[in-house]
């Protein structure tokens, strides 16, 4: 049986002038021609409406990196999934920057997740430890507040509160350790591999091992064209997330050819 097609997913966080954004996605979807991967460009959400003009009808799809549940509201300076779910068909949400700097919890994220799958768009869910928890044994004792929220287990059951068994399917999760985001270093591909099984238990254990087999489980954290082959070897990992390298276009498009070689 042929592997399902890796996810590889691109997020630009807070970079990009609109003109870039639109140079970045014409030379994406350009080399995403010849690769049997799914592409998703998750651009600033100005640029939202422009870029996925731009990808319109080429298989390469659309996703934003956080929105508000719910769709009118007064809420100054926010702007809702319902708002944006015509243009887009996935969302990240709970990635480590916005749980750090205190914009998300895990409840925010859970009415994010619940309201995202009712509005039809796939979740992104990332999940991660904030410092390096299971190669250092810690010492005995309570674990310290920072500690207790790196368990990617609770941060996965958090975010998946109330979520309907049928709806497990739709999800996608981003396995990110904190302390690998940013270009510093990677996991080791065997390490990652190590936690996301953790990560599909917990699925099997929410709905079923079927479910848990089909939910696409994705590392992000330093992922570059060097190391992106070494990473999908690990037949757990099923994509990427990728950050600083998706902002050029010929790195992003190297990932997606390395991650082919081994798929
Ligand atoms: P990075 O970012 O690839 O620049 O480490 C990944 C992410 O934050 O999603």
């Known amino acids: ?34 690769f ?53 068909d996935y969302v990240i949400l709970g990635h480590s920057e916005r749980r750090l700097a205190g914009l998300d919890t ?11 799958l009712k509005r039809g768009l796939t979740p ?15 010492p005995r004792g309570r674990p310290r507040r920072i500690e207790a929220a790196s368990n990617v287990v609770v941060q996965l059951r958090r975010a998946l ?16 350790p904190v302390w690998a985001i940013g270009g510093t270093e990677a996991a080791t591909p065997e390490y990652a591999a190590k936690i996301i099984v953790r990560l599909r238990r917990t699925i099997a254990r929410l709905g079923s091992k079927a479910t848990a087999a089909v939910v696409p489980i ?20 099923d994509g990427l997330l990728v950050g600083r390298a998706s902002l050029k276009s010929d790195q992003f498009t190297a990932i997606v050819a390395a991650c082919e070689e081994v798929r």
Not at 48 to 66: F, H, N, P, R
Not at 124 to 138: A, D, S, T
């Open 124 to 138: 992104i869910i990332c999940v991660g430890e904030f410092i390096h928890l299971y190669e250092n044994k810690r």
């Open 36 to 88: 049997r991967s799914q592409v998703v460009l998750c651009p600033p959400l100005p640029w939202l409406v422009s870029v996925a003009e731009e990808t319109k009808g080429t298989g390469v799809k659309i996703g934003v990196q956080d929105a508000a549940p719910g769709e009118f509201d007064a809420q100054t300076g926010n702007v809702s999934l319902g708002m944006i779910a015509p243009y887009t």
């Open 106 to 116: 895990d409840k925010t994220i859970n009415a994010k997740v619940l309201d995202a």
């Open 218 to 237: 994705l590392y992000g954290g330093s992922v570059n064209p060097e190391n992106a082959a070494a990473l999908l070897s690990q037949k757990q990992i």
């Open 1 to 34: 049986m042929e592997s399902p097609r890796p996810l590889i997913v691109g997020n630009w966080k807070m970079h990009t002038t609109l003109r870039e954004a639109q140079k970045l996605s014409e030379s994406i979807v350009h080399g995403a021609k010849q």
């Open 161 to 176: 509160a109330d979520v309907k068994r049928v709806d497990l399917k739709k999800i996608v999760i981003a396995y990110e």
